[in-house]
């Protein structure tokens, strides 16, 4: 059976319960479930920031995230996979990023779902900027994600 | 060709996106930051440190050597900082 990936860029908050059921729901298939969350902090580098604002490349961001859940479709035995990501401002403790991977054993859903976020981080056409006392400032992107990335290029 | 620029080049530039014609001698997205930081005050700054810059050609990663010729959309970027 041909698995499709769920994945959408919205404004919106997303309920990470219910996109994990909608997942599974009515499946006798699936073993294992596995879900990161990326959490907005309230602080950046010792520094407290009142938002987050999340800006994209509309059309390339879907095109990116598409082509790396086609990846980990084709690298790993997966029964669903959701991939969530928010643009726009977003609060301390708000939600902004979600992977849901499902699998019949727990090793396929783990992996996929560290390299589908490592690859969110690194090449899918988004950006962050901060709003702190100083004034809003972009961040700036870490070498630690590209060498989170490539660990998982095939040799 | 249609150019976009996104997060801080499009703050330094001013504009998300404009029409070019550069120049036939113009012919990888390397060329191309070089010309367009030739042409004023908020480009150059824009495009002060090359070497930063990311971009992508009809929505796709693309390197600096990479052919401009035939390019609907040529986007220019900082390193990406989602997830």
């Keep these: 059976m041909t698995v499709a990936a769920t994945i959408r860029i919205q404004d919106a908050d997303f309920d990470v319960a219910r996109e994990i059921a909608d997942l599974s729901k009515g499946r006798i298939d699936i073993g294992a479930v596995v879900s990161f969350s990326g959490i907005c902090r309230g602080s950046e580098q010792g520094e407290p920031i009142a938002a987050l604002t999340l800006e994209h490349y509309p059309g390339m961001a879907e095109a990116e995230i598409q082509r790396h859940a086609d990846e980990a479709l084709s690298r790993w035995p997966l029964q669903g996979l959701t991939v969530i990501h928010r643009v726009g401002r977003i609060e301390p403790g708000e939600n902004i990023v979600l992977v849901v991977t499902a699998s019949a054993h727990r090793q396929a859903a783990f992996e996929a779902a560290e390299f589908l976020m490592d690859y969110l981080k690194t090449s899918a056409p988004f950006w962050k900027r901060e709003e702190s006392a100083r004034g809003p400032s972009w961040i700036e992107a870490r070498g630690h994600d590209d060498a989170a990335a490539a660990r998982w290029t095939k040799s | ?83």
Excluded at chain 2, 24 to 34: F, K, M, N, Q
Excluded at chain 2, 47 to 69: G, S
């Design chain 2, 1 to 83: 060709m249609k150019v976009k620029y996104f997060a801080w080049v499009r703050e330094r530039i001013g504009k998300a996106e404009e029409t070019v014609e550069p120049p036939a001698e113009v012919r990888t997205v390397g060329d191309l930051i070089g010309w367009l930081a030739a042409r004023g005050e908020t480009y150059a700054y824009a495009f002060e440190k090359p070497k930063v810059i990311r971009a992508a050609i009809d929505q796709t990663h693309v390197k600096p050597d990479a052919a401009i010729l035939g390019a609907r959309e040529i986007a220019f970027f900082p390193p990406m900082t989602g997830g």
